[in-house]
T-cell receptor, first 117, second 113 residues
Framework: GAVVSQHPSRVICKSGTSVKIECRSL??????MFWYRQFPKQSLMLMAT?????????EQGVEKDKFLINHASLTLSTLTVTSAHPEDSSFYIC?????????????FGPGTRLTVL | KQEVTQIPAALSVPEGENLVLNCSFT??????LQWFRQDPGKGLTSLLL?????REQTSGRLNASLDKSSGRSTLYIAASQPGDSATYLC????????????FGKGTTLSVSS
């Protein structure tokens, strides 16, 4: 099946710093990438949808200036958490989707555990 | 607004038991429904995907059914094993292709040996 990677898998940072998380589709071109986050014992909640070459669409309540998303190519999207605070500590998961052929499904990355001290 | 609910939130069973996990959604206009498994601190593993025109899908000991009109899906696990212990998430995709998934909170399953 299709593979989506995320890097880093785990990051610990100090409050006030910025953290960049990469999401790559390794064997297909992703028309759209989604970013979700998951707080402990909660479900995945969509943060934003990004289409290659255009601005991301953010869900209500998600600050676009705090969570910067760049989808510069069909295989890479990045999420930057700017000026991170302890309440941003969460599990961030990306998924990649393409409209081509049988791949009409989303493929999820393994997630990134962010801990802000 | 589409909402996905999973019942029960947690379930403990002895090894070998057959079990059913339930998922309900408020808007029947879905494109497809997907069941995932999530191990603690890990990402998602897709188990079964049911298109809106389908009634069920099977994979090994897993069987997922979909009743779109009533907004329900069930995941049936036969002959449960300790290795089945995980959180099972149900997610729906709305009518448009390429839209994000809407997840339930999951059912955490514990199978004891």
């Amino acid at each position: 099946g299709a593979v989506v990677s995320q890097h880093p898998s785990r990051v610990i940072c100090k409050s006030g710093t910025s953290v960049k998380i990469e999401c790559r589709s390794l064997d297909f071109q992703a028309t759209t990438m989604f970013w979700y986050r998951q707080f402990p014992k909660q479900s995945l909640m969509l943060m934003a949808t990004s289409n290659e070459g255009s601005k991301a669409t953010y869900e209500q309540g998600v600050e676009k200036d705090k969570f910067l998303i760049n989808h510069a190519s069909l295989t890479l999207s990045t999420l930057t958490v700017t000026s991170a605070h302890p309440e941003d500590s969460s599990f961030y998961i990306c998924s990649a989707w393409t409209s081509g052929g049988a791949r009409d499904t989303q493929y999820f990355g393994p997630g990134t555990r962010l801990t802000v001290l | 607004k589409q909402e996905v609910t999973q019942i029960p939130a947690a379930l403990s069973v002895p090894e070998g038991e057959n079990l059913v996990l339930n998922c309900s959604f408020t808007d029947s206009a879905i494109y497809n429904l997907q069941w995932f498994r999530q191990d603690p601190g890990k990402g998602l593993t897709s188990l079964l995907l049911i298109q809106s025109s389908q009634r069920e899908q099977t994979s090994g000991r897993l069987n997922a059914s979909l009743d779109k009109s009533s907004g329900r899906s069930t995941l049936y696990i036969a002959a449960s094993q300790p290795g089945d212990s995980a959180t099972y998430l149900c997610a729906v995709r709305l009518s448009q292709a390429g839209t994000a998934l809407i997840f339930g909170k999951g059912t955490t399953l514990s199978v004891s040996s």
